[in-house]
């Protein structure tokens, strides 16, 4: 126990220095705007698809850079790191595993031409994992269609059968004295 508190330490104080360090050498005119994704129902235990749009104040958008997100886990020992892809311009994603529900940072390290800088983009809640799908019991077994298009073509044959004979009668001598 003592040991994930120490690497939860450890993990939360490289995360305060790489904010304090992004802010520190970040410079008149590098303003950065950082629009998280709302994702869409996420549980824990299952991909989702993380997203942020980078763009400066005026709206243009950043691209061509090198983007990694980590998720963190508030009040708790959590981390996982994955490299992102410029889907759109200035819009980059990445599909993530987190393996457990609860409140998770997005900190987004954005790498391009002489400089690294890092956000925190904003809190992803995780819900429950889902449960584990349980197969269903297999169908009862039909009739298969041919013995329905058989049963079909025996009933066209006896009803063609029963009208032959009905108009052979009509027509014979032994019909004409009985009407």
Known sequence: ???HRSIGLLAGSLLALALAGSAIAKGQGDEVVIALDAPNDPHAGAPIKVGVLMTRP??????????????????GIGLVTVKAAEETMGHYVAKVTVPDN????VVVTATGQ?????????????????PKATPAAPADQTA?????????????????????IV?????????????
């Open 58 to 75: 005026d709206g243009s958008a950043i691209r061509g850079e090198d983007v990694t997100f980590q998720l963190v886990r508030n009040g």
């Open 144 to 164: 298969p269609a041919w013995i329905l298009i058989a049963g079909l073509v025996a009933l066209a044959l006896a009803a063609g059968v029963a009208g032959r």
């Open 1 to 3: 126990m003592r040991r």
């Open 167 to 179: 108009a052979v009668r009509r027509r014979s001598a032994v019909a004409a004295d009985r009407a």
């Open 102 to 105: 609860g409140s998770w940072t």
């Open 114 to 130: 002489d400089r690294t800088q890092t956000f925190q983009a904003g809190d992803v809640q995780i819900g429950t994992p889902l």
